[in-house]
């Protein structure tokens, strides 16, 4: 077991570096837990006991989606956020396209987060020309998302992207969106497919939130020789907080202690540098990881 010094646990216990979160009123925490990984990895209890450790930590702002560990995620942090609620900010998504599909999905998570109110709502996983067709046509899914904005139960609505740049940027140009989510990782870098590059200096333009995700490569950097330059080459690019699963508490102070260090933004070189290591280390995945790359090889 590791023995934590002095000067490191005081930088875990330092002050939460926070920014504000497009123009939504929230001052989010740079560090935003993730669903995924705590929504099926490990036990509900220690589930809920990252979330009240973020909680502790300064960790204010909270992501999930209804396909998450087929409602786990959804389920397990509405149980924790009990008591926590009116603390914290909690964006979740749906995958679906059609009105009553989305409806119904939108519905299910309100029950599931045991809330009257999602802060933010995305349109979960633009991809293909036809997808993002069915997204912006009438009477779809952001029909049904307006219509519980307008009723005071979703407070923003956004859209997130694995793939395909040019059709965020057509989404955001053709809905008034607030939010994008969007890998904003240095593996995106070493691939030549860049969001950060390319679609937030247009959100940016357009007054949108941005959220990235993808800092650690869906967990993969975990095979990388240190998270630390992963953790500072997305920390220091334009984002409002940096959207990160974890599935230990040790997992979760580990991310918080660089982060909260406000570590200097990582070289061009340096960066360069690792891509060789960020190609290899996403090569292979291992089950329940989720293979995001696909379309850039």
């Given amino acids: ?20 979160l497009g123009n939504f009123g929230w001052r989010a ?23 009240h450790r973020a909680i502790e ?15 786990q995620s959804e389920t397990r942090l509405g149980l924790a956020l009990q008591g926590h609620r009116d603390k914290v900010f909690v964006s979740t998504k749906t995958g679906k ?20 109110r999602i802060d933010l709502y995305f349109v979960h996983s633009i991809e293909s020309d036809e997808d993002t067709a069915k997204i912006l ?20 609505i956004g859209v997130s992207g694995h793939w395909f740049k040019h059709n965020m940027i057509r989404a955001i140009k053709s809905f008034p969106f607030e939010a994008v989510l969007l890998p904003a990782g240095l593996f995106n870098e070493a691939y030549g497919y860049s969001f950060v590059k390319e679609v937030v200096p247009v959100a ?18 975990k095979h990388a020789a240190d998270i630390t330059p992963y953790l500072r080459f997305s920390y220091n690019q334009d984002i409002d907080t940096a959207v990160i699963g974890c599935d230990s508490v040790a997992q979760l102070e580990q991310n918080l202690r660089i982060l909260k260090s406000r570590p200097a933004p990582l070289p061009d070189a340096e960066a360069k540098a690792l891509f060789g290591e960020a190609h290899a280390i996403t090569q292979e995945w291992e089950p329940l990881e989720f293979s995001w790359v696909q379309h850039y090889v």
């Fill in 204 to 221: 940016r333009q357009l007054g949108l939130a941005v959220m990235g995700m993808k800092v650690l490569g869906a967990g993969r950097a």
């Fill in 137 to 156: 046509s009438d009477g779809g899914v952001l029909k049904a998302m307006r219509e519980f904005k307008d009723a005071g139960h979703i407070k923003h």
């Fill in 1 to 20: 077991m590791t023995t934590i010094t002095t000067d490191t646990q005081d930088t875990l216990l330092a002050p939460m570096p926070v920014r504000e």
């Fill in 57 to 71: 930590l300064g960790v204010n702002t909270f992501d999930t989606a209804s396909g998450y560990g087929n409602g």
């Fill in 29 to 51: 925490s740079v560090f935003t837990l993730g669903g995924v990984k705590w929504d099926t990895q490990i036990p509900e209890a220690e589930a809920v006991r990252l979330v």
């Fill in 97 to 116: 396209r059609d009105y009553d599909g989305a409806k119904a999905e939108i519905e299910q998570s309100l029950k599931r987060l045991r809330t009257d």
